[in-house]
């Protein structure tokens, strides 16, 4: 009886394990073998066995047999984890209708049955509906693809070498620190899969082209439909131009008037206007050329002016685009004529918190919109109404990449960046510093998610902060940085920040600062979890350390030691 107590008692140790470690236990349970649960969860074989292996360690266990009757005797997993586990997709559920481009998607759908079309693009300048068109053909064909479809999202990625990581976390597969380089992990992982990736926003990262050509020299059974706004300039790729919806009526409507039309009675239901109105409701269109995001800017604006004055201030607009400087990039001419009467038109108030909001990278929550970009919720309501910034499914916020430059433009003209970065930095940092107790307890799950969706925040916070030659403030969260690196095998992107900081700043008087910095990037240069550094690194630690002690700095000597 003592024994069972005693056995009944330990069952905290399974608290201990992460969600990953959870779902491979259960896949454990129902018998499976490594390269089922691989194939099951998206993982390498290799990947299983080392999670196996954490597995045992926390549990107390020496094999397979043990964990799974460990398991048993509690009571755990014995429900099918076949619908939490088996996911073939993770395209985002549509918050508004899709309209329209019914001969885009038979195009793209076409293209992609043919065994010669691996890698088609979408382009076309922004606000046109790029994303929305590839989720669309995504969500059509669900299983159409063995290993399933997944959306990539690049936007908030500044530089080419964090593709992989993206796509790898986009499809659930985990890197683990090792031999191989991230890049072949992930083309060793694909080589035998049948699946299609969306990579959306491509075209600020043409640098990390060969990339995609890898996966599909590699991975014969991929194919790739990327968003861009440029070519991606390879011979293996098959270019679908994006105009705007149809706005020439075929028969009682067009498909750029249900898209205006439906997003007016998002605003008033009860709006019975197509008719009535369709000549001013076809003249919108026409000057917007039909392109989705001027719409629904358009018709933000439908329960303040009448449809008349929507297209009047449109049409003044648009004669903007021929008084332009020649130097102005072309994919920002239409939207500055859609962008500025919506300027106008906004409180005092909606103005200074829309160009602060512009400084988050990849959207924020509800609580840094109103530290950061000092938003009450009838502003942020306010502007969410406008279609001038999105509330996601997750309950973040997000702007259009197009509006956001627009909007960061107004915010150095009414000369608040300085102090808008400032408060943005601050704030991440602060977040990172909170998770160094929750990275090293029981919370580490949902600290490296919080971290997860916060990173290309903190990420331009850090780039920010260099850019001023001043990083000091920051290294009171350089330890969660640290752990968050490690725990998430982004060793690549903890090298990247050291080194590029090393590099940028000025050093005289910041000793201390440099220290911390060279010791993180000696971290990230090692290639497991156990510390096992070239002999080079440890003796730049050793010389380090001893810098340190003479410098009285106990925070970097305990990160070197």
Not at 241 to 260: H, I, M, T
Not at 533 to 540: A, G, T, V
């Amino acid at each position: 009886m003592t024994s069972t107590n005693n056995r009944r008692a330990d069952v905290g140790v399974f608290d201990s394990l992460t969600e990953r470690e959870n779902e491979i236990l259960a896949c454990l349970v129902q018998g499976m073998s490594n390269r089922e649960v691989s194939d099951r969860l998206n993982l390498a074989v290799t990947t299983v066995k080392w999670y196996t292996r954490q597995i045992y360690n926390k549990l107390g266990v020496n094999s397979r047999r043990e964990a799974v009757a460990l398991a048993k005797d509690y009571g755990l997993f014995q429900l099918s984890v076949t619908q939490s586990t088996k996911i073939r997709h993770n395209l985002p559920a549509e918050t508004t209708p899709f309209i329209g481009r019914k001969r885009e998607i038979d195009t793209v759908t076409n293209l992609l049955e043919q065994p010669k079309h691996r890698l088609l693009t979408i382009l076309a300048p922004g606000g046109m509906g790029k994303s929305r068109l590839a989720l669309q053909i995504g969500r059509i064909h669900p299983d159409r693809f063995a290993d399933g479809i997944y959306f990539v999202a690049l936007q908030s990625l500044s530089a080419s070498e964090q593709i992989v990581v993206t796509i790898g976390e986009s499809i659930g597969f985990v890197f683990v620190p090792g031999e191989r380089s991230p890049e072949q992990q992930l083309l060793d992982f694909l080589k035998n899969k049948e699946m299609l990736l969306i990579l959306d926003n491509f075209e600020h990262l043409l640098t990390g082209t060969t990339y995609v050509t890898d996966i599909l020299r590699t991975a014969p059974q991929i194919k790739i439909l990327t968003t861009s706004r440029q070519s991606l300039n390879l011979t293996s790729e098959t270019v679908l131009k994006l105009n705007g919806l149809a706005y020439e009526r075929d028969g009682d409507s067009s498909d750029a008037a249900d898209l205006f039309v439906d997003a007016v009675r998002q605003l008033s239901p009860t709006f019975q206007g197509a008719d009535q109105f369709q000549e001013t409701i076809d003249r919108i269109c026409q000057l917007t050329e039909g392109m989705p995001l001027a719409l629904l800017l358009a018709a933000a604006w439908s329960d303040t002016l009448t449809l008349a004055q929507i297209a009047d201030e449109i049409e003044a607009g648009i004669g903007f685009l021929e008084q332009t400087k020649s130097d102005l990039p072309l994919r920002h001419r239409g939207i500055r004529a859609v962008f500025e009467p919506t300027w106008q038109r906004l409180t005092e108030s909606e103005r200074l918190v829309l160009a602060r909001f512009s400084v988050f990278a990849g959207g924020c929550t509800y609580e840094a919109a109103t530290q950061v970009a000092k938003a009450t919720p009838a502003i942020l309501q306010s502007l969410v109404n406008k279609a001038l910034i999105i509330r996601t499914s997750s309950g973040r916020y997000e702007m259009h990449e197009l509006l956001r430059q627009y909007a960061n433009e107004r915010l150095e003209e009414l000369d608040l960046f300085v102090a808008t970065k400032d408060a943005h930095a601050e704030y991440y940092r602060d977040l990172l510093s909170q998770q160094e107790a929750h990275l090293k307890g029981n919370n580490q799950n949902e600290s490296l998610k919080l971290i997860d969706a916060e990173f290309s925040n903190v990420r331009s916070a850090w780039g920010y902060k260099v850019s001023i030659n001043d990083l000091e403030a920051f290294m009171i969260s350089l330890e969660s940085l640290r752990l968050y690196f490690l725990m998430r095998s982004r060793l690549v992107d903890g090298r990247s920040l050291s080194e590029n900081a090393i590099h940028a700043l000025h050093w005289e008087g910041k000793q201390q600062t440099l220290l911390a910095l060279q010791l993180l990037s000696i971290w990230m240069r090692s290639d497991t979890f156990t510390s096992e550094f070239r002999p080079e690194d440890l003796d730049s630690v050793q010389a380090l350390i001893a810098l340190a002690k003479k410098h009285h700095d106990t925070s970097t000597l305990a990160l070197g030691y």
